[in-house]
Nanobody, 119 residues
Framework: QVHLAESGGDSVQAGGSLRLSCAAS????????MGWYRQAPGKQRELVAT???????NYADSVRGRFTISRDSAKNTVYLQMDSLKPEDTAVYYC?????????????WGQGTQVTVSS
C-alpha cells in the first residue's frame, strides 16, 4: 500500500516560516523525483519545487529564493522549508513521488496539507 504522509501545514502570518515534511512508503520501485505542488482555491494545481534523486532542484519562479526543498533518500522523505511566506502562498500543498520501471512512469500523491498565510 503506497502512502505519502505529509505534515507541517499550519496558519502563519506573512513573513513567517513553515517546514513541510512528506514520508513515502510502500513504493515498489526507486523514487526518481520528489516534489511539492500546491492548489489555491479556484486555481489549478501548480508546481512549487522538485528534487531529483541526486540533488538537482527546480523551483517555481514565485518561490525561488524563499523556499528550499531537500530530500533524505534513505528515508524516502522530502522537506520544504518555506521562509518569508506571503498571503499568496496560501494553498493546499501536495507531496508527489515519481518512479519509473520498464518505460512506465508512476506518480503518487499525498492527501494535502493546508498552508494559510495571513497579512
Amino acid at each position: 500500500q503506497v502512502h505519502l504522509a505529509e505534515s507541517g501545514g499550519d496558519s502563519v502570518q506573512a513573513g513567517g516560516s513553515l517546514r513541510l515534511s512528506c514520508a513515502a512508503s510502500g513504493i515498489r520501485f526507486s523514487i526518481n523525483v520528489m516534489g511539492w505542488y500546491r492548489q489555491a482555491p479556484g486555481k489549478q494545481r501548480e508546481l512549487v519545487a522538485t528534487i531529483i534523486s541526486g540533488a538537482t532542484t527546480n523551483y517555481a519562479d514565485s518561490v525561488r529564493g524563499r523556499f528550499t526543498i531537500s530530500r533524505d533518500s534513505a528515508k524516502n522523505t522530502v522537506y520544504l522549508q518555506m521562509d518569508s511566506l506571503k498571503p499568496e502562498d496560501t494553498a493546499v500543498y501536495y507531496c508527489n513521488a515519481r518512479s519509473a520501471y520498464a518505460g512506465t512512469r508512476y506518480d503518487y500523491w499525498g492527501q494535502g496539507t493546508q498552508v494559510t498565510v495571513s497579512s
